[in-house]
């Protein structure tokens, strides 16, 4: 491993929050595709919204165990 590698940046993947307020089931989705919202983003939406939980769970987490306390 050379230190380029070592101090290079690591990609991260910046998650995009659903339009808000969700659209209800049996709605056309947001995307315009001309599906019901349940066939076609209700899935990757609440999968997302999760994603986003969990990482602001870890940060105020991280901010718990600050050592400036």
Known sequence: MSLFNMFKKKPTTELTPPPQPLPQRNDDCWCGSGLKYKKCHAD????TLKAIRKQEEKAKAAMRRSPFR
């Not at 990757?44 to 999968?47: G, T």
């Open 44 to 47: 990757k939406d609440q999968q």
